[in-house]
């Protein structure tokens, strides 16, 4: 059967998405068939709108409405305090926490050799003018919060050296904690994990 | 952080589908930040044509751009072998192995009073009325092929008794076959499978 045009479309569109399979593309557009014709107007507008109504901060480099984004240009965050992520959607799972009240540096992804992405493709130029001179406030700290897995760690092992090339004194460079996941199983946790657990160990 | 609306709103939408989480909604709305405009706008098209440009065939209610689709239109089907599918996408599904050169009918769903689903929200009584009088050609077989769960069992032996009622002669209504499928391990199967293969062996 040669599916109606419109159905290949929008089936086209889904599974252009990371994680979304043949299979469940056909699923979401015959789901779609079905909804009203205001909801998929909603959504397609949503789509195209996307990226017309939204800005990358000149600062930070989060996704924004405005620029600076509402935690650059805050008074109650701390400025002496930046968060390196990778990307956009790591700022939102730690905001969740409620517990950093510092701001953000985001870098656009982490060094991959194997893709093409070195240090030039990344906002790590951007980030050292930042610790450097920053008008606001004098950085006093740089947490890195790339992830824990090999890009992760390399980009972070770059940062750290060009930091320590500045020569600043007084700078913290620290690395988010490692070990066990809060509501994991010894049993399944594997020898890095483990290890970076025994190393990073706290007197109870 | 309040995520800037016109991303918040894109992932509500991705929320509202079938099978997609908070954090899927979020991965999808963020990656799409990063794709070519066009892109979007052409995913947001199809979204809203999606209905527009698709009708319902009046015949078998399959989704189609014509009225009637292709299938009940064709001359190289055999109309008088009726398969009676649950939704629009399983006929996907079985076009796809190009065994069945009959015609369909898509019931809209199957028959679930837990859903407040009864026979009479779904297409029954006019598959009973293609049995009695189709125009082109006299049906011979009704080839049940709704799913082979408890909804997809009633429903196929409500129509089964609907269409017995009718009292038509050398009439056939068949169900799909069941069994172990294929590339299935005998370990892992339930025992409900493993008695209807037994009940459904053949000889080598």
Known sequence: MNLPKP?????????????IGPKTAQRLAFYLLHVPQEMLDEFGDSLKNLKKDTV????????????PCPICASQNRDHSVICVVEQALDILALEKTGRFKGVYHVLGGAISPLNNIGPDELSIRQLLDRVREQ??????????????????????????????????????????GQGLPTGGDLEYADEVTLQRAFEGRREC
Do not use: H, W
């Open 135 to 176: 008008e606001s406030e004098r950085v006093k700290e740089v947490i890195l919060a790339t992830n824990p897995n090999m890009e992760g760690e390399a980009t972070a092992m770059y940062i750290t050296n060009e930091i320590k090339k500045l020569e600043i004194n007084e700078l913290r460079i620290t690395r988010l």
């Open 7 to 19: 159905i290949k479309n929008l089936i086209d569109s889904f599974e252009r998405l990371p994680g």
């Open 56 to 67: 990358i901060c000149s600062i930070c480099f989060n996704v924004s409405e405005s620029d």
